[in-house]
């Protein structure tokens, strides 16, 4: 069974290239031909004359390549074959277009096929699109017809398939954009009695619709969204005729929620000793802030009197393990304003400045022949960590701004809520009271 993946290079090529032209991993061991291949270009000048035609297009920059990985069941085909079917591939895919070469790995139980190509074409100087459906319509198609004539499996897939993001956040039960929108599709669902009035509950929550006779794929857009997000790519139980469904079903009492409510999360209890009582610290600053946070994200149970947050603010539960890691960051270090964070920025790369400085030396002496790899690869070690908690710095720097706008905003929305709410007591209080005459 043939499976394949692909994998834009977005820099160094020429590392790439070495790895896929690994004799160790192309050799046969019975002192057989080497399984590489090159289309289009000359096996052992592929990386120069790629990038010769990058310049000579004026096309350096962006993705650099493509490498896709064509992988087979162990014991289905032998290496020849392999790579022979991945020439194969390769060349009815890229035509008389794109430079690439090809080989066959050895290294694993399972054979694979590496194919590494240019991403600007040599004859007219197009780039080549790597999109989601030219995987499923070009590559996977492609790959499928070439299995089928040398009698490999090739694997039919059950379903329409999804994005990568929307699928590894379901796996590991992050929120999504999708997702949200279905939460607000259904909360508009039970709320309303008929179709018109569906849409109209959407409206009023912010989104705006793309629907009608000329339209041929109704789409939503969330509020402060990008782009439309048509309702056949939410899944079953959200286009047209499953949403008239669904409110027929309201109508007639049948509970229609798709969503199934979270379940609460475990609680385990440690049995142990009692343990001496601390003062209680009070956040503040920084700190204080991304608790906040974190609080409106839904970390911990919000009352029930909160008003519903804005769309955009609920759509930061896509970052919040992002925001948590920041949160631990702080609290490790005791950082609470932007002079903290500013120290603890130039501490982290006078240390790093300091490390580089002396692993520059080594290099310098390993080029006399001394033998000091031991010594770099502990600084490079010791640099790693460092570098990162530096990058964190520059991130919290950029997500407080963001906070705290996305804070107020939920201010505003209370406030807003509070004001409807004083304007429909008054107006209940102000109106005149009715009394019926006394029964005679």
Same mark, same amino acid.
């Given at each position: 069974m043939a499976y394949d993946k692909i994998i834009p290079v977005r820099a160094r090529l020429d590392h790439c290239a070495d790895y896929v032209l690994n004799p160790e991993k192309t050799s046969l061991p019975d002192g057989g031909p080497r399984l590489a291949t090159a289309i289009n270009c000359q096996l052992d000048t592929a990386y120069r004359d790629m990038m010769d035609t990058k310049r000579r297009w004026g096309k350096s920059g962006g993705v650099q390549g493509y490498h896709i990985i064509h992988s087979y069941t162990p014991g289905e085909v032998t290496p020849m074959e392999a790579h022979e079917m %991945?020439?194969?591939?390769?060349?009815?895919?890229?035509?008389?277009? &794109?430079?690439?070469?090809?080989?066959?790995?050895?290294?694993? #139980?399972?054979?694979? /096929?590496? +194919?590494?190509?240019?991403?600007? %074409?040599?004859?007219?100087?197009?780039?080549? $699109?790597?999109?989601?459906? !030219? &995987? &499923?319509?070009?590559? $996977?198609?492609?790959s499928n017809e070439v299995s089928r004539a040398h009698g490999v499996s090739v694997i039919e897939p059950e379903a329409k398939g999804e994005h990568y993001a929307e699928w590894s956040a379901g796996q590991s039960g992050k929120a999504t954009v999708r997702g949200l929108i279905r939460q607000d599709m259904d909360a508009a669902i039970n709320s309303a009695f008929t179709y018109q009035t569906f849409w109209e509950q959407l409206a009023r929550m912010g989104y705006t619709i793309k629907r009608g006779p000329n339209v041929k794929h109704t789409a939503v857009r969330p509020p402060g969204g990008a782009r439309f997000?048509?309702? =056949?790519?939410?899944?079953?139980?959200?286009?047209? !005729?499953?949403?008239?469904?669904?409110? =027929?079903?309201?109508?007639? %009492? +049948?509970s229609t929620a798709q969503s199934p409510p979270p379940k609460p999360p475990r609680r385990y209890t440690v049995k142990r000793g009692p343990l001496p009582r601390r003062p209680r610290q009070k956040l503040k600053g920084f700190r204080a802030l991304y608790v906040h946070y974190l609080y409106l994200l839904g970390i911990r149970r919000p009352s029930p009197k909160r008003p519903p947050l804005p769309f955009s603010v609920r759509k930061e539960v896509t970052r919040l393990n992002r925001y948590v890691a920041q949160f631990r960051f702080l609290q490790?270090?005791?950082?609470?304003? =932007?002079?903290?964070?500013?120290?603890? %920025? #130039?501490?982290?790369? =006078?240390?790093?400045?300091?490390?580089?400085?002396?692993?520059? #030396?080594?290099y310098r002496r390993k080029r006399r022949g001394q033998d000091v790899d031991g010594e770099i690869q502990a600084i490079t070690q010791k640099l790693r960590p460092l570098r990162q908690k530096l990058k964190t710095c520059g991130q919290i720097e950029q997500s407080v701004q963001h906070i $705290?706008?996305?804070?107020?905003? /939920?201010? !505003?929305?209370? $406030?807003?809520?509070?004001e409807h709410q004083k304007a429909i007591t008054k107006t209940c209080q102000a109106r005149p009271q009715k009394f019926s005459p006394p029964d005679r």
């Open positions: %991945g020439v194969e591939l390769a060349q009815r895919l890229l035509g008389d277009k &794109y430079e690439a070469i090809v080989s066959t790995h050895l290294d694993h #139980d399972h054979l694979h /096929c590496h +194919i590494l190509f240019n991403s600007v %074409g040599f004859m007219d100087g197009a780039k080549f $699109r790597n999109t989601f459906q !030219d &995987y &499923y319509r070009d590559i $996977r198609g492609i997000i048509r309702l =056949a790519s939410l899944g079953d139980g959200y286009t047209e !005729d499953a949403i008239k469904e669904r409110l =027929a079903g309201v109508r007639s %009492g +049948i490790a270090n005791r950082v609470d304003n =932007a002079a903290q964070l500013a120290m603890l %920025g #130039d501490a982290l790369q =006078a240390e790093i400045d300091a490390l580089t400085d002396q692993r520059k #030396d080594l $705290r706008s996305q804070t107020e905003l /939920c201010r !505003d929305a209370q $406030r807003k809520e509070q």
